[in-house]
């Protein structure tokens, strides 16, 4: 297995990813040179595996996200991918982005593509960072337009990757100075797209982790989950450290979780990323494509 062996060159923990349950020694990601060795949390004695115990099983199941074609049991801690509770499983592969074009703005869901290829939709508060994560993950400056004034994807923007699917951004949501009816539009639109869009392999749902939970991102997070459409969390802007008293963002992250963790039966992916740094970006391009593999196998 290729792929997983890729893996197995990091020395992750597993216990690393594991916020909830455990009191671990925290060492703040700014102190990680390299990003692929960044971890939540550090427990140097950490090093078993879930084979030898059923109780591991269990916590695994709890919160890690085990994709198909993986059983708990089965799972080593090299699976997990670094930032990450994403365990990697056998759909993993050809993640790597070769060609992107962009392809249409649509203003209504039903202008979408109509070419049936899966797709990610990027959903996010205005601002998060969904157009700049799109540039690092296509390592492209200006695929999709960015700005520092919220608002600035207003459309729906369909970017075909390698010919074979596609990268949807989305215009932001809740920004402060819109009226309650272009809030309104946003809400009647966007939730058409996700109700009727049967290729949608999963939204990625942007959390600014430089900043505490946001209640509107927490109403989202729940009305997707409500209406069962798949969620992978990205956790944006992981490398703004904001001085004084502000919490560093695996703080934040920690909190978000406490706060869905009633929500969700099964713990949804997430992952730590920077537009900046580059930090998760790898990672996320294999997560996304062992959904996209397990998609188009199904
Ligand atoms: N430090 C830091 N800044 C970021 C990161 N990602 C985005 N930004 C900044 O955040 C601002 C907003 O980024 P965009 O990518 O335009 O945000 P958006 O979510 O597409 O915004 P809308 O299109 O208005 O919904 C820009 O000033 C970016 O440079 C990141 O990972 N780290
Ligand atoms: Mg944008």
């Known amino acids: 297995m290729q792929v997983i062996s890729k893996w197995r060159l990091f020395n992750f923990h597993l216990f690393s990813v594991v916020p909830q349950f455990t009191k671990l020694p925290q060492i703040p990601i700014s102190q990680y040179p390299n990003p692929k060795k960044t971890h939540l949390y550090i427990n140097a004695s950490a090093s078993r595996t879930f084979k030898s115990s059923s109780e591991a099983s269990i916590l695994a199941k709890k919160v890690l996200f085990i994709p198909p074609g993986v059983e708990p049991e089965d799972i080593t801690e090299d699976m997990i991918l670094p930032g990450s509770n994403i365990v990697v499983g056998p759909y993993a592969g050809d993640a790597k982005i070769k060609e992107v074009d962009f392809v249409k703005s649509s203003n209504k869901p039903k202008d979408c593509p109509k070419d049936e290829l899966p797709e990610f939709a990027m959903l996010g508060r205005s601002n998060v960072g969904k157009s700049s994560l799109i540039n690092s993950l296509v390592k492209k400056k200006e695929v999709a337009l960015t700005s520092k004034k919220p608002g600035k994807t207003q ?3 369909h970017f075909l ?55 509107i991102d927490l109403d989202c997070a729940n009305w997707l989950g409500r209406n069962k ?7 944006t802007k992981c490398d703004k450290m904001k001085g004084g008293k502000a919490k560093r963002p695996d703080q934040n992250i920690r909190d978000f979780h406490e706060l869905i963790r009633e929500n969700y039966k099964h713990q949804p992916p997430w992952i730590m990323t920077s537009s900046v740094s580059g930090l ?6 294999l997560h996304m494509s ?5 998609w188009n196998n199904e």
């Not at 946003?186 to 209640?215: C, E, H, M």
């Not at 459409?229 to 956790?235: E, G, H, Q």
């Open 155 to 157: 459309l729906i923007n």
């Open 229 to 235: 459409i798949p969620i992978t969390f990205v956790f």
């Open 161 to 215: 990757v390698n010919k074979s699917w596609y990268i949807v951004d989305l215009p932001g949501y809740g920004f402060a100075n819109a009226s309650e009816a272009a809030r309104m539009d946003w809400s009647s639109f966007t939730k058409g797209y996700f109700l009727n869009r049967d290729t949608l392999v999963s939204v990625l749902l942007l959390i600014d982790a430089s900043v505490p939970p946001q209640k």
């Open 280 to 285: 998760g970006r790898d990672e996320l391009l």
């Open 290 to 294: 062992q959904l996209r593999n397990y």
